[in-house]
């Protein structure tokens, strides 16, 4: 996924309300941008540091920048992570059209936010003449309190342990399941969960593996000029294990 234009270098002075940050820009002027992540960011939103905008096409949009990426310093120098969650299903798109996830390679479409379960939307549905269908929600994770260990949430989501129930119900119909975490740093070795930030997530995890979900984990490459879908890493949970 490249960034449509140049993104622009500022320092953050505080991030609030969660979708919110004030940043000041190299020419001394202060910017209120957009923050496109629900989560916590532990570790991220840390004043002073140096952050990446994006600015809109659109005039008419109220805010004109939005935080893209952060460089931080997580255990293997500094590094750039994507802060921008809203990003990850185009990157799961653009890593299924070119076969870069080949755990979910061969299907002949992949349909997007397609309604099932009782009130969900998956990000893909993947279908192929002759195969069961897959049903895969994608999680951007940003969270790495250890170095080379990603962990996911960074919050409690009761949202994402709603997902996890939805795709157990997939299963148990007979169709294909996949959780896929992409993790927004290069640095990450492994994933595991944050079973202490949110315990509920952990066991709708458990009861998701256990009812034949599957789950992998992919890192992303990240620069200035795009973000794209590298490589697998190891996930570090079966059924009941702690983090």
């Known amino acids: 996924m490249r960034f449509s234009g140049p993104l622009m270098r500022a320092t ?3 991030r609030y309300k969660r979708f919110l940050a004030d940043v000041a820009l190299t ?3 202060v910017e209120t941008v957009h923050v496109a992540n629900p989560g916590a960011m532990p570790g991220l939103a840390v004043p002073g540091a140096t952050v990446w905008l ?3 096409a659109n005039p008419a949009r109220k805010l004109a920048f939005s935080w893209e990426l952060v ?4 255990g293997a120098g500094p590094e750039l992570v994507v802060v921008n969650t809203a990003h990850a299903n185009t990157l799961a798109a653009e890593a299924l059209a070119s076969g870069a996830i080949a755990e979910l390679a061969g299907y002949a479409t992949a349909r997007r936010e397609v ?3 009782t009130k969900s939307r998956i990000d893909f549905l993947l279908e192929e003449p002759g195969r069961r269908p897959c ?16 962990e996911f949430p960074d919050a409690v989501t009761a949202r994402g342990a709603r997902h996890l129930d939805e795709l157990c119900a997939m299963a148990a119909a007979g169709h294909r399941a996949m959780m896929l975490f992409l993790i927004q740093m290069a640095s990450a070795e492994r994933l595991t969960l944050a079973r202490d930030i949110d315990p509920r997530y952990g ?6 593996l256990t009812a034949g979900v599957e789950a992998i984990a992919y890192r992303c490459a990240v620069s200035c000029e795009q973000t794209v879908v590298a490589d697998r890493v190891p996930l570090m949970e079966q059924a009941g294990s702690p983090s």
């Open 135 to 150: 049903y895969v929600e994608v999680k951007a994770v940003t969270l790495m309190r250890r170095p080379g260990l990603a």
């Open 115 to 117: 309604k099932y379960g």
């Open 71 to 74: 460089e931080v310093e997580l």
């Open 203 to 208: 066991q709708a995890f458990d009861r998701a």
């Open 27 to 29: 020419d001394g002027s």
């Open 54 to 56: 994006s600015r809109s």
């Open 12 to 14: 953050l002075i505080r």
